[in-house]
């Protein structure tokens, strides 16, 4: 079970000013993403030093891939969906995994969510929400338990664009299943990754979400939100 002291509580425009917090300020821009004009992220543009920087420079200063600083169209699609049609979340208890910049779970708190978790196993992932939740007005926790293997006690699991390696999907997909027989609800946002289930999921909408060159290998991707359905039992 996850445990309170496990997350950090975010109330308004609190910030522990640590070195995550201040790589972030320094080396992004506030913008609304494309398809989610609503909420603005500290993410990576052409016009700060984060988009020139190598992965190898990157992990020269002690900063792991930074996908936090970019919105995902699986994530870009899920909050759009959520934006839409915000009865899925409204008053109910939300995890977003793998929240990256929090893209998902922000629209979640926006749309009205009772309760919002973002967990994310990267420290700068967990920065960043923090600086967007703030940048945004709205109020949500972060973890950096690695929630998978643990039991949730969320009504609600988001999962915008995690479907992108094999290891990472198998176990993912073991334990959403496990929370669907817990009665949760999954919803995933995708762009055709290649670990994406291709049974027990039903297409609930799709987007055509602009991405950049730099990330994708075209510039508008076809981004589905799916809803998982009952999978395989224990083995
Ligand atoms: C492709 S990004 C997606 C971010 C966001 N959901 C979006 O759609 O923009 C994948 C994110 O998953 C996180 N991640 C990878 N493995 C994880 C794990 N076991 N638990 C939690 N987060 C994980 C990474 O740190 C990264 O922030």
Excluded at 46 to 70: D, M, N, S
Excluded at 118 to 131: G, K, Q, S, T, W
Excluded at 197 to 207: F, G
Aim: charged share 20%; glycine share 8%.
């Amino acid at each position: 079970m996850l445990r309170p002291h496990d997350e950090y509580s975010l109330a308004g425009s609190f910030l522990l000013m640590n070195e995550p917090t201040l790589f972030i300020t320094d080396n992004t821009a506030p913008i609304a993403p494309p398809l989610v004009p609503e909420i603005k992220l500290h993410l990576a543009t052409e016009v700060v030093p984060l988009w020139r920087k190598t992965e190898e420079e990157l992990e020269a200063i002690g900063v792991p891939p930074p996908y936090w600083a970019f919105a995902w169209a699986g994530g870009q699609a899920l909050a759009r969906f959520i934006l839409d049609r915000p009865a899925f979340v409204w008053d109910r208890s939300v995890l977003d995994f793998g929240a990256g910049s929090g893209i998902v779970g922000l629209a979640a708190a926006h749309a009205g969510a009772r309760d919002v978790l973002c967990a994310d196993i990267d420290p700068f992932a967990l920065a960043a929400i923090r600086l967007n939740a703030s940048l945004n007005n709205l109020e949500l926790r972060t973890t950096a338990v690695d929630v998978l293997g643990q039991v949730s006690p969320f009504e609600l699991i988001l999962v915008g664009d995690m479907c992108y390696e094999r290891p990472l999907t198998d176990r993912l997909l073991a334990w959403l299943y496990a929370q669907l027989r817990a009665g949760a609800e999954v919803l995933l946002g995708d762009p055709g990754r290649s670990y994406f289930p291709k049974q027990n999921v039903e297409k609930l909408a799709s987007y055509q979400v602009k991405t950049t060159r730099e990330l994708e290998d075209r510039e508008i991707r076809d981004t589905g939100v799916y809803r998982l359905l009952a999978g395989p039992g224990p083995i």
